[in-house]
T-cell receptor, first 110, second 113 residues
Framework: GEDVEQSLFLSVREGDSSVINCTYTDSSSTYLYWYKQEPGAGLQLLTYIFSNMDMKQDQRLTVLLNKKDKHLSLRIADTQTGDSAIYFCAERRGNTPLVFGKGTRLSVIA | DSGVTQTPKHLITATGQRVTLRCSPRSGDLSVYWYQQSLDQGLQFLIQYYNGEERAKGNILERFSAQQFPDLHSELNLSSLELGDSALYFC????????????FGQGTRLTVV
């Protein structure tokens, strides 16, 4: 399809791991990104992965990339209430601006 | 703080009016992108400028226009406003035409009444 797809909602308990999934569209996409948007705020770049990588880890965040299935995931370890936000997956196709998914709203239950 | 500054933060205006949104990119970034975020459409790319020239165009209405000035700040002009234009408008900047990282401003919330 044409769209970057994400599930709309995810709810986890504080201390558990969260896994947010994304399916992107273009197997030739060079970079794939995760952004976080807190209520009333702009988009904060969390991490990105180059398409020739399978995994990237940055503190509590782990990004996994499956190029064959065009599947990207973001794992947040030890999820905290401050992680409650909307998480956007985005892809860069060649030399074009980022294309975003509709976002996954993560709710963390204390 | 991403380093990208957008003004104003909030704007309320009537249908049929014209508004200008302003964006100052991060220091050194040549590329500016404008996005519209609405509840039903998600984040839609509108237009990109690179070093003063239009680089890419997305789903931008003819009633909307943008420009990037020699000091690299950008303005998005929205005219003949309709209720459906109410949304968050984001500006982002990156170093190059297709930089590895794009940094977003806090957005301008436009409400058309």
């Amino acid at each position: 399809g044409e769209d970057v797809e994400q599930s709309l909602f995810l709810s986890v308990r504080e201390g558990d791991s969260s896994v947010i999934n994304c399916t992107y569209t273009d197997s030739s996409s060079t970079y794939l990104y995760w952004y976080k948007q807190e209520p009333g705020a702009g988009l904060q770049l969390l991490t990105y992965i180059f398409s020739n990588m399978d995994m990237k880890q940055d503190q509590r965040l782990t990004v996994l990339l499956n190029k064959k299935d065009k599947h990207l995931s973001l794992r947040i370890a030890d999820t905290q209430t401050g992680d409650s936000a909307i998480y956007f997956c985005a892809e860069r196709r060649g030399n074009t601006p980022l294309v975003f998914g509709k976002g996954t709203r993560l709710s963390v239950i204390a | 703080d991403s380093g990208v500054t957008q003004t104003p933060k909030h704007l309320i205006t009537a249908t049929g009016q014209r508004v200008t949104l302003r964006c100052s990119p991060r220091s050194g970034d040549l590329s500016v992108y404008w996005y519209q975020q609405s509840l039903d459409q998600g984040l839609q790319f509108l237009i990109q400028y690179y070093n003063g020239e239009e680089r890419a165009k997305g789903n931008i209405l003819e009633r909307f226009s943008a420009q990037q000035f020699p000091d690299l700040h950008s303005e998005l002009n929205l005219s003949s406003l309709e209720l459906g234009d109410s949304a968050l408008y984001f500006c982002a900047s990156s170093e190059q035409g297709a930089g590895t990282e794009a940094f977003f401003g806090q957005g301008t919330r436009l409400t058309v009444v």
